[in-house]
């Protein structure tokens, strides 16, 4: 099966300042895959490229075989790492919003989720607590039949209840056929649901491998080998 994220030698400079140096990966469909690195390694940087917020400087990057266009915005659903909607809004005006911009967008979906959640679709989003809010943009990112789910920090600033709850929808939200790129500093909250893991420092792959695959072969955790690795 086609991989659905390929970079080739993709970088990405502002001025003289390399975010992203020539990164080469193949991300594969039917994985959770962690994009772990210290703060300014290039995570965001790596994201929001494929999701077509920004250019890079040079290289390839392809979701499903396809350059970044029209086509792979339907594909990724992107979860920014801060608050993107207008506090005057209603959930339910969010969700007319995404079903009318997203074709793959289910809204019965979301409604299903909001409705577990206890949160009511005609409260505004200023009357929400920070937990509450993350929780919407989650429901809403995850309830677009996507290929590939770009989420950034999806739990920095929840309780670990609400951690659970996030990632156990991440988990029962996505298809065989699409992928999950999770970006977090939070290893030890998010390594049970992680098949794969990618450790990116100073906009450079430092390794990538499944989870299995650390666990066997260095006898130790993901976050254990981070600290290891990012040691300062």
């Given at each position: 099966?086609?991989?659905i994220?390929e970079?080739?030698?993709?970088?990405?400079?502002y001025g003289?300042?390399?975010?992203?140096s020539?990164?080469d990966l193949t991300?594969q469909r039917g994985?959770?895959i962690?994009l772990l690195g210290?703060?300014?390694s290039?995570k965001?940087?790596?994201?929001?490229?494929?999701?077509?917020?920004l250019?890079?400087?040079?290289?390839?990057?392809?979701?499903a075989g396809?350059?970044?266009?029209?086509?792979?915005?339907?594909?990724?659903?992107?979860l920014?790492?801060?608050?993107?909607?207008?506090?005057?809004?209603?959930?339910?005006?969010i969700?007319?919003?995404f079903?009318?911009?997203?074709?793959?967008?289910d809204?019965?979906?979301?409604l299903?989720?909001l409705?577990r959640?206890?949160?009511?679709?005609?409260?505004?989003?200023?009357?929400?607590s920070?937990g509450?809010?993350?929780?919407?943009?989650l429901?809403?990112?995850?309830?677009?039949n996507?290929?590939?789910?770009?989420l950034?920090?999806?739990?920095g600033g929840?309780d670990?209840?609400?951690?659970?709850?996030?990632?156990?929808?991440?988990?029962?939200?996505?298809?065989?056929n699409a992928?999950?790129?999770i970006?977090t500093h939070?290893?030890?909250d998010?390594e049970?649901?992680?098949?794969?893991?990618?450790?990116i420092?100073h906009?450079?792959?430092?390794?990538?491998?499944?989870?299995?695959?650390?666990?066997?072969?260095r006898?130790?955790?993901v976050d254990?080998l981070f600290?290891e690795?990012?040691k300062?």
């Open positions: 099966m086609e991989p994220l970079c080739k030698v993709l970088t990405k400079r003289s300042k390399e975010a992203l020539s990164v991300v994985r959770i962690g210290p703060n300014g290039g965001t940087t790596l994201i929001k490229i494929a999701s077509g917020l250019s890079p400087t040079l290289g390839e990057i392809r979701i396809k350059p970044i266009g029209v086509e792979t915005k339907e594909m990724v659903s992107y920014p790492d801060r608050p993107y909607l207008g506090d005057w809004m209603r959930v339910n005006d969700i007319d919003l079903s009318d911009f997203y074709r793959g967008f809204r019965m979906k979301a299903e989720m409705n959640l206890n949160i009511n679709p005609s409260d505004r989003l200023k009357t929400m920070k509450t809010k993350e929780k919407v943009q429901i809403l990112v995850m309830s677009r996507a290929e590939l789910y770009l950034d920090e999806p739990i929840v670990p209840a609400t951690r659970d709850y996030i990632l156990s929808t991440i988990i029962g939200n996505y298809s065989e992928a999950v790129i970006s939070l290893i030890a998010v049970r649901v992680l098949d794969d893991v990618i450790f420092e906009g450079r792959i430092a390794l990538s491998s499944s989870v299995d695959g650390i666990r066997e072969e006898g130790m955790s254990a600290r690795v990012f300062c």
